[in-house]
């Protein structure tokens, strides 16, 4: 093999230093979808005045039944979430993306999977052993009255979220942005597409990188919302969400990553922990090319143990 093939394979699969980007994953409470709760935004924007563009799956599985006082809930779901986003520098300060989310809620076929992953690590199960295998039903009551009872699988566009983002810093180590986010009510509310309201947020996304392997970046972000046709009367019209985690690159184009996720409440006068603040655990990797395309991968798993969905897998690849 002569010395251009040799090139040929470096330039394929080892990756030149760049930022440490976070899985594209939130919080995919079925009940909380809908909201604006923003997803992981870029610290490090690109210059170059062409699209960026990624598709990023989220696959989560929920199992449990939580009774508080006048409350209960029970949710035997699974969701599937294709996120495409679309974005392109204005200058060198400026970009503009899309997102648009495709949902699906209802029935599954992933309880024998997480079974077996639950007994091999001697995870808790909560409720899972004691619910019909791959059915699906979300029901909420309250004071003796049912404000929230699909048995009905449902799919569709979600919510769409436009995003400006302006690059504060960005130096070799260092990179610091700041986006503004609308997230329009596109998504049917009744089918747990959407929320029915207007969502705007504000994001301060970071990365540092510490040498040529260590890499730490987080995210914090308030969500104005607006009135949302999902249990209105108890809806905040505040939620606070961020996000801290670390990279290291482990063999070329390799890099193994964990995150941490959490958000406030977004309902009000509840006792239940599935909606109410959350966080969870993400851990996986990613393979980075010199061109710039990129694969995610990873597991999310609730730490507060059924305050979000048990388990989600996150695949995403696209031109980050």
């Not at 040929?8 to 979808?33: E, G, H, M, Y």
């Not at 986010?181 to 510490?210: C, I, K, Q, W, Y």
């Not at 966080?279 to 990873?298: E, H, M, P, S, Y």
């Not at 969905?309 to 690849?317: A, L, Q, R, T």
Request: aromatic share 10%; charged share 20%; hydrophobic share 45%.
């Amino acid at each position: 093999m002569n010395r251009l093939s040799y090139g040929t394979i470096a330039a394929l699969f080892i990756s030149s230093l760049a930022a440490a980007s976070p899985f594209p994953t939130r919080d995919q409470n079925p009940l909380l979808a809908g909201y604006g709760l923003p997803m992981p935004m870029s610290s490090r924007l690109a210059t170059v005045t062409e699209w960026q563009w990624s598709a990023d799956l989220n696959w989560a599985s929920t199992a449990l039944v939580q009774n508080e006082g006048a409350e209960s809930l029970l949710v035997d779901a699974e969701s599937r979430e294709l996120r495409l986003t679309f974005g392109r520098p204005l200058n060198d300060r400026w970009t503009v993306q899309l997102q648009l989310p495709y949902r699906h809620t209802g029935a599954g076929n992933l309880d024998n999977l997480i079974d077996s992953w639950h007994d091999f690590f001697d995870l808790p199960e909560g409720e899972r052993p004691h619910l019909p295998r791959d059915q699906f039903r979300i029901a909420y009551e309250r004071d003796g009255d049912l404000l929230i009872d699909r048995t009905a699988s449902g799919q569709g566009l979600g919510d769409i979220s436009a995003d400006m983002g302006y690059q504060w810093i960005a130096n070799d180590t260092t990179s610091v942005a700041a986006w503004a986010s609308l997230e329009l009510p596109t998504g049917d509310a009744d089918e747990l597409m959407g929320s029915g309201a207007l969502d705007a947020s504000l994001v301060m996304a970071a990365e540092h990188r510490f040498g040529d392997r260590w890499s730490a970046f987080g995210q914090l972000a308030v969500s104005f919302l607006g009135d949302g046709d999902l249990l209105p009367a108890q809806q905040r019209s505040i939620a606070w969400s961020g996000l801290a985690g670390v990279s290291v690159a482990a063999w070329r184009g390799l890099e193994f990553k964990l995150q941490f996720d959490g958000h406030s409440v977004v309902f009000d006068d509840t006792h239940l922990d599935y909606i109410g603040d959350a966080f969870i655990l993400t851990v996986g990797g990613a393979w980075k090319f010199r061109n710039c395309w990129q694969v995610d991968f990873g597991i999310s798993e609730d730490i507060v143990v059924e305050a979000s969905p048990d388990i989600v897998f996150v695949i995403g690849i696209g031109r980050r």
